[in-house]
């Protein structure tokens, strides 16, 4: 699981003013961003192309309804923020869907 393997410092999310609700105009909801990482599969990458000021990642994963979302985070302190969600688009659904694959039969 993310929270446990990658960073197991976590304490919570951190949402202020700048980002409680810049990820409406995608309809993705704070607590579906937070969903995400919790649920497995999980496929995490990093973000070196927008990593200049503070290491990024990308996370593709799916909320507990099944709604599929690529959530763009950085870490403060102990806490995730999250940059950016918005629903994964067709190729990032294939992508997920055979990363998820490939990680089912490496832990078998």
């Not at 704070?30 to 990482?37: A, G, I, K, L, S």
Request: charged share 30%; aromatic share 12%; hydrophobic share 35%.
């Amino acid at each position: 699981m993310f929270m446990t393997t990658e960073y197991p410092e976590f304490s919570g999310f951190d949402w202020d003013d700048g980002n409680r609700s810049k990820n409406l105009k995608h309809a993705v909801r704070n607590w579906e961003c937070e969903q995400v990482f919790f649920n497995e599969p999980l496929v995490i990458l990093g973000d070196p192309r927008h990593s200049v000021a503070e290491d990024r990642g990308a996370v593709f994963g799916h909320t507990d309804g099944g709604r599929k979302l690529v959530v763009i985070y950085t870490m403060r302190k102990r806490q995730i923020r999250v940059i950016s969600a918005r629903d994964m688009n067709r190729k990032e659904r294939r992508f997920y869907e055979n990363a998820a694959k490939d990680q089912i039969n490496i832990q078998n």
